[in-house]
């Protein structure tokens, strides 16, 4: 059976699987092909904003993630973070409010 994954390069594959990890979603059991896959699970806005960190740092430090995933792949910070957002919008879970500890 082909994996769900197999449509992607190995860089985007390799965000997705980190994406998935931080969810505890197992990548081989989201279908990405799906229109709504990132309904299956959510995570929160600071939860996002780290994984936004992550990918943008990935980004920096591999020219190849770059070529395969950025429009115009250039090494630079504000770029990388820019494209990160931008896979974070389009191709990441949903965000839910955070739930306030009422301590």
Known sequence: MKSPLSSFGPNLQYILTEMCNRVGAEPEAVDFGQHEWFYAHSWT????EAFIEWVADYLYTHAKARREIM???RKS?????????????????????EQEDNG
């Open 45 to 48: 806005m600071k939860e996002d």
């Open 71 to 73: 429009s115009f792949p």
């Open 77 to 97: 910070k504000a770029y990388c973070k820019k494209t990160a957002q931008a896979l974070s919008l389009f191709c990441s879970w949903r965000i839910t409010k």
